[in-house]
């Protein structure tokens, strides 16, 4: 009898280190497969989101219910002494609008100088929910409601609350996986507006609970950029469309070489309390 | 038959609140990991084979959903499930702080598996942080969670074992 393939009774059994052995290589293929193609993603993809996201969806949904149910009844009461203060507020703010509207009349003129407004519009958006996020604590991503179905593609950008949230790695039929700026494996080429000077911004776990991402690579010879600059995508990211508000600039240092500058960027997404995104269906032409 | 379902839909029921449910309860971003406390209890209760079968079943759905590449999950969760199943020679469904003890410690190895492949090799060497911040309160809440479920699976686990002696010894 072969040591291998013990004869249990009438069937053959596998011992368990030859099946962990076996599995393991089957593993490893798997991970250099996916590693330089994507072979496998359209058939597994669709196979396992028929069974998972109908229920994703159904537990968001009721999630999202019970929620609001309960924010409301406990904020009846808040509501009525906030109506007070509120009240005396909107005089204060009436006269405040007064002056918000010469601003915005000022902003008008910066967004035709900047032509950002008319690029942000120009693009085909959809409105998708937020089903599911990542399992782990190591990363952020997340699994949105459309999928190929609606017309949605791998590298697709990704906003909401008017800046960028990140850009879809996967897809299946009816779901999509987004990866955000904030994940600390996510790289986006970005623009200061005030100084028009490339930079990475890159997600980092360390900063992640103060809510910012780290940015590096900013050449910056005249000391142009300061806090509080506006950082879009840049002309030059292969994957997303230019002028997209990733966030301002909140902290900047010198590097040790001299040449470069590096820093914290604050993004404009609240990515704690996002449940609706918009994907763009604009896919940038890299001219490949 | 019945305990393959019975851990087919436990796994899939785990992995869906994980994704959805808990990240409405999570403390301070921090989620925990369920697939952890099916995969152990499985092995645990199951022996080595199940553990395996288990544990690359947890790690294929994550690799789908999340993971960058299909396999890499897949294995962690697979050794997990080998080692965990070694114990199975000791189990007794009375005893509870042996099997919570092996979850806890099969979650700290995990996300310290995590760290060296994810993080140490991209030249992340913070340790401190990431233990302060991810791995010990993952750690920690999933051992809490461990506390209300895996009474419930060895629980479901034992009728199942009973119904089954019972059907063996009909046919004898």
């Known amino acids: 009898m072969s040591p291998v393939i013990k004869r249990g009774g009438d069937k053959f059994t596998l011992p368990s280190k030859y099946l ?9 293929g798997m991970i250099i497969v996916t590693f330089n193609t994507d072979a496998f993603s359209p058939t597994v993809n669709s196979a396992i989101g028929i069974v998972v996201v109908p ?68 693009y085909d958006k959809i409105g998708a929910r937020i089903i599911s996020k990542d399992s782990g604590n190591w990363y952020h991503s997340f699994v949105i409601d459309k999928g190929s179905d609606e017309g949605l593609a791998i590298d697709m950008n990704v906003i909401a609350g008017g800046g960028l949230v990140g850009r879809i790695t996967d897809v299946g039929p009816d779901w999509a996986k987004v990866q955000t700026i904030i994940a600390d494996n996510s790289s986006v080429s970005g623009t200061v507006l005030s100084a028009s000077e490339n930079l990475i911004a890159t997600g980092d776990l360390e900063l992640y609970n103060e809510g910012q991402i780290s940015f590096s690579k900013l050449v910056d010879d005249a000391d142009k950029v300061s806090v509080g600059d506006k950082v879009v995508t840049s002309n030059i990211s292969d994957k997303y469309l230019p002028g997209i508000l990733i966030g301002y600039i909140s902290a900047i240092e010198e590097d040790s070489n001299n040449l470069t500058k590096s820093g914290k960027i604050t993004p404009v997404v609240d990515f704690e309390y996002m449940d609706v995104v918009l994907v763009i269906t604009t896919l940038k032409h890299t001219g490949e | 038959m019945r305990r393959f379902l019975f851990s087919f839909l436990s796994i899939i029921i785990c992995f869906i609140l994980q994704t959805t449910l808990f990240r409405y309860l999570d403390f301070g971003g921090i989620v925990p990991n369920l697939l952890i406390i099916v995969t152990s209890s ?37 050794y997990i499930g080998f080692i965990i199943g070694k114990f199975n020679k000791i189990f007794y469904p009375e005893n509870i702080i042996l099997p919570l003890g092996l979850i806890v410690s099969a979650d700290f190895v995990y996300g310290f598996i995590c760290y060296i492949l994810l993080f140490m ?19 920690v809440y999933t051992a809490l969670v461990a506390v209300f479920l895996y009474p419930v699976l060895i629980r479901i686990n034992t009728y199942l074992e009973e119904i089954e002696q019972r059907s063996a010894k009909k046919f004898v």
């Open chain 1, 20 to 28: 962990l052995f076996i599995l393991t290589i089957i593993c490893t």
């Open chain 2, 121 to 139: 090799f991209r030249n992340k060497f913070n340790l401190g942080y990431y233990m302060v911040h991810v791995i010990v309160p993952e750690v």
């Open chain 2, 42 to 78: 499985l092995a645990f209760m199951r022996g080595d084979k199940s553990g395996i079968v288990a544990g690359l079943f947890c790690g294929i759905l994550v690799d789908v959903f999340f993971g960058s590449y299909l396999g890499f999950y897949a294995m962690i969760f697979m």
């Open chain 1, 55 to 122: 229920f994703q969806k159904g537990i968001t949904t009721a999630g999202t219910f019970f929620k609001n149910t309960a924010d409301n009844l406990a904020s009846i009461r808040a509501l009525q002494s906030e109506n007070e203060s509120l009240k005396a507020k909107v005089e204060e703010l009436t006269t405040e609008n007064t002056n918000l509207e010469q601003d915005k009349y000022e902003l008008t003129q910066l967004r035709e100088l900047y032509n950002l407004d008319s690029q942000y519009s120009d």
